[in-house]
């Protein structure tokens, strides 16, 4: 399976039900064979870690895996962000969401475990033996933007190639020159 | 300086307005000397308790808000913001947190203030806005200076006991914070006298904004923003006090004498936003042209009111800590959309507003992101019209004079139809 | 751009090399150039407006460039297509993103180059080379601060003047118009707004270059500028955009003769390099 298809599954649970959202993830677990995803003519294997809130546009996802790039990691706040840790349910539901929000994984958002997020994302880099990090953020004032410029310094100096794209609604039409900076940074990382 | 100087807005510069420059000028020099003389510098956001800090002798606050506001009245603004672009800061943040940033890596060049002395202790709270707590980080980050982040809950309605209790916890870390940091212990009873002043201050900023329900207007929301500059970075000092108490008085003279700063008011106007800091001369002097007044503005009331509220808090001598955590729940940004609405249409009401001004300004996500829907409200609550115009509160790049004119002179227009028509 | 010898192309179709030629495809969103490269060296190349299709301009453009060199398409080896319309030239042999064309061309060009400031009509990049001549970061203009020549276009129409002549202009201002807003279209208005005040067109004209200028340097800036620069794209032919690019960056600006062609270079040195 390949990110764009991952992540379009877990958009698709955003707005259902728990139960519709059990049915479509056992109807996707029945039907896919989950060999190892080959992109269109992706001879190259650089692995890319995504970040940001929500995943990108899935015309951008697939934008980036046609350009040779193979997402091996992702550190969106509504994907691995949320899901990274699942507390034990014990029945109560207070005591599920302190923890939930304790022993959540690190989050831009989440304010008081900024010092924490530095570390976790560079292991996160590290483990899957990523070579770019992409940042897909919503063009307005928003908590990333404060952090990127840290990031983006702190990750060249250990030879992570970082590349910010910034969009607005409804950008999908203008997707031309998001290829052309995606390419490029796929081009940059060639050897 | 005579009291007839006339201002480039046409209405003569005041007394008060040049005790402010004066006042202003001593904080920032007193701040300076403070810190080349070792004291513990705190930079804040604008509603954490700065009278706690009063408790300290050795500390002196900063407020990198109000200094980024200054920044854009002087027309520094762009200036810094590029700097801070260029530093791979995106041109969507805030305005203010650009021009800091701006300023503060750049070692205080280009301010008129020198910048701010660089922080011992950054105080943060996500109760005016949570974007600010991630500027802060930015130092943090960058300098290693510790950062304590004020978790303030956000209210639908009145403040919740539970949720005074929670920040009055915080309250007490925060000291103990500051005593390890300092070596100082805190000494309640400044903090005690300290809000005194605060409560005095307000009790007169409440009688100078309260001109605005003259007609015409004894003063124009341009004036109280600029005076705002003290309620920031002043709070629980005497000369905040004695400064309100001036700039009353001085107003309730001329209004007593006729001096108004729009004679010829015919369109009394509320603003919705931070105040347009670049465009203060330009647009006052060209409502002045069209006889239009912005009066009032919900900005002037975003410190010491409650939420719910225009007007400023009373203080009846309780326990300070009670009073600094009562108080962290102000009108402005963090109530839910009920009680923005309700204390705007309570002013609307008492003040006698013909038309609301709604600023949206995508450099402040958390003033603008209701305002659609209380613009919606206040036009079928209070039957006034109101206009959105575009804004950036101390970006000018940002900012287009003609389009926000255009529809400022719809919104005159459309008030002039009604009374043509009633 | 010199046309083969006579009798050059036949030699080497006894030596069994027919296809000799190898061609870079820049189809951009305003202008479609072409750049043919025999043995190491540039030796024809075209520039048309890419107009409605894109796929008819590169043909057409190329067709002629070939047939001013006294060849077809069957002299034609590699070919490289790069620009916004890069997936549209079928016939390429490999689609490369005009960012690394660039710096292909420029390297190939004049080796000390290490960055590249390209203004084409729909956006501006910057360009960091490193000693070798390869990509070592880049960056793109932000979509509100637009410093490009499709807004050059709109504001020559504001001013009715022509385009060309924008540079020329604009270096008889004294005092350039000051242009505050970074959104095209609230730029628009405000030279409107400058029109109907009775301020000249050479220092509207200036003030328009050093609005452009001071975007541009925002976008270098956040990557770091390294001497020697060159400008590529068609705003290079613009010496007031320059001129205000030099001033507000603090350094010299490169514009060589080829400066639009030079993704299109850079294509076909690309394609000269493709193995097998």
């Known amino acids: ?186 081009e940059l990382m060639e050897e | 300086m005579s009291a007839d100087k006339k201002t480039k807005t046409g209405h003569k510069k005041t007394k008060a307005g040049e005790r402010l420059t004066k006042i202003m000028t001593d904080y920032y020099v007193d701040l300076h000397k403070g810190a080349n003389k070792g004291k513990f510098v705190v930079w804040g956001a604008i509603i954490i308790p700065a009278e706690l800090l009063k408790g300290f002798d050795s500390v002196v606050f900063a407020v990198p808000e109000s200094h980024a506001a200054t920044r854009a009245a002087k027309a520094l603004g762009p200036m810094q913001c590029e700097k801070a672009e260029q530093m791979s800061y995106s041109m969507d943040l805030c305005s203010y947190a650009r021009i800091d940033i701006g300023t503060a890596f750049d070692g205080g060049k280009g301010s008129p203030t020198f910048g701010l002395p660089k922080p011992d202790l950054l105080i943060s709270n996500n109760n005016n806005c949570s974007l600010l707590v991630k500027w802060f980080d930015v130092y943090h980050r960058e300098w290693g200076t510790p950062h304590f982040i004020l978790d303030v809950p956000f209210c639908y309605e009145s403040q919740k006991k539970k949720d005074l209790n929670y920040i009055i916890d915080q309250y007490h870390d925060l000291i103990r914070i500051l005593e390890e940091m300092t070596g100082e212990k805190l000494d309640m009873e400044k903090v005690q006298e300290a809000l005194n002043y605060t409560n005095e201050a307000l009790k007169h900023w409440k009688r100078f904004i309260s001109f605005a329900a003259n007609r015409p207007s004894g003063i124009t929301a341009f004036d109280s923003f600029v005076q705002m500059a003290p309620i920031l970075t002043m709070r629980g000092t005497p000369e905040l006090a004695e400064h309100f108490k001036f700039l009353a008085d001085e107003t309730e003279e001329r209004v007593e004498a006729g001096i108004f700063p729009i004679p010829n008011e015919r369109y009394r106007l509320l603003w919705d936003n931070i105040a347009p800091w670049h465009q203060l001369r330009k647009m006052s002097s060209r409502l002045a042209k069209l006889g239009a007044n912005i009066v009032s503005a919900s900005y002037t009331y975003c410190f010491g009111s409650l939420e719910g509220n225009f007007d400023p808090y009373h203080y009846e001598g309780s326990d300070p800590l009670w009073a600094l955590a009562r108080m962290q729940n102000t009108t402005i940004c963090p109530t839910g959309l009920g009680l923005r609405c309700k204390a705007m249409s309570e002013a609307i009401e008492r003040i006698g507003i013909d038309g609301v001004v709604f600023a949206s300004n995508r450099s402040c996500k958390v003033y603008s992101l209701m305002q659609m829907d209380q613009q919606k409200y206040i036009s079928e609550k209070c039957g006034i019209p109101t206009v959105m115009i575009d804004v950036d509160h101390a970006d000018v790049r940002k900012y287009s004079e003609e389009n926000a004119f255009l529809r400022i002179e719809a919104l005159l227009e459309s008030i002039g139809a009604r009374r043509a028509g009633a | ?93 490999k689609a490369i993103t005009e960012i690394t064309c660039h710096a292909a061309g420029a390297h190939f060009l004049d080796s000390s180059i290490r960055s590249i400031i390209d203004v084409g009509g729909q956006d501006s990049k910057f360009i960091a080379l490193d000693g070798n001549g390869r990509v070592e970061n880049f960056a793109m203009n932000d979509k509100c601060a637009a410093g490009t020549g499709r807004f050059l276009e709109v504001m020559a129409r504001a001013l009715e003047v022509d385009l060309d002549k924008f ?93 639009q062609v030079n993704g299109a270079i850079g294509a076909a040195v690309l394609a000269a390099a493709i193995e097998g």
Not at chain 3, 1 to 19: D, F, I, N, Q, V
């Open chain 3, 1 to 93: 751009m010199r046309a083969l010898a006579p009798g050059e192309l036949e030699h080497s179709r006894e030596c069994g090399l027919t296809k000799v030629l190898t061609v870079g495809v820049d189809s951009g969103s305003n202008t479609t150039k072409v750049a043919v490269m025999r043995n190491g060296t540039i030796i024809g190349s075209g520039v048309t407006f890419t107009g409605y299709s894109a796929e008819k301009s590169w043909k057409r453009l190329l067709e002629d460039v070939l047939s001013d060199l006294g060849v077809d398409m069957s002299s034609v080896g590699r070919i490289v297509s790069t620009g916004y319309g890069r997936n549209v030239v079928g016939i390429a042999d």
């Open chain 1, 1 to 186: 399976m390949n990110f764009t298809e991952y992540a379009q599954i877990a958009q698709d649970g955003y707005f259902t039900p728990v139960e519709g959202q059990i049915q479509i993830l056992k109807s996707r677990l029945q039907e896919h064979d989950f060999t190892p995803f080959e992109a269109d003519g992706c001879v190259r294997n650089v692995g890319v870690i995504l970040s940001g809130i929500l995943p990108p546009p899935s015309s951008i996802s697939e934008a980036i895996e046609n350009a040779g790039l193979r997402v091996v990691g992702n550190d969106i706040a509504s994907l691995f962000r949320s899901y990274s840790y699942t507390p034990e349910a014990t029945g109560d539901p207070g005591e599920y969401y302190v923890d939930f929000y304790q022993n959540h994984y690190p989050c831009t958002t989440i304010l008081h475990s900024s010092d924490r997020r530095i570390d976790a994302l560079q292991d996160l880099i590290g483990e899957r033996k990523a070579q770019g990090f992409m940042f897909i953020g919503e063009k307005f004032c928003e908590y990333e933007y404060f952090e990127i410029p840290y990031l983006e310094k702190l990750l060249k100096d250990k030879g992570v190639n970082v590349l910010s794209l910034e969009f607005s609604i409804d950008d999908d039409q203008n997707i031309g020159t998001f290829k052309t900076r995606i390419e490029a940074f796929s």
């Open chain 3, 167 to 259: 540079g020329e202009i604009s270096l008889q201002s004294e005092n350039p118009a000051r242009i505050s807003s970074l959104c095209t279209v609230f730029a628009e208005s405000e030279v409107v707004s400058l029109i109907s005040k009775g301020e000249s067109r050479e220092n509207i004209i200036a003030g328009i270059h050093e609005a452009i200028a001071s975007r541009i340097t925002s976008m270098i800036n956040r990557v770091g500028v390294r001497c020697p620069v060159l400008m590529a794209g068609g705003v290079a032919k613009n010496i007031g955009v320059v001129k205000a690019l030099e001033r507000e960056l603090g350094a010299d600006i490169k514009v060589l003769e080829t400066a």
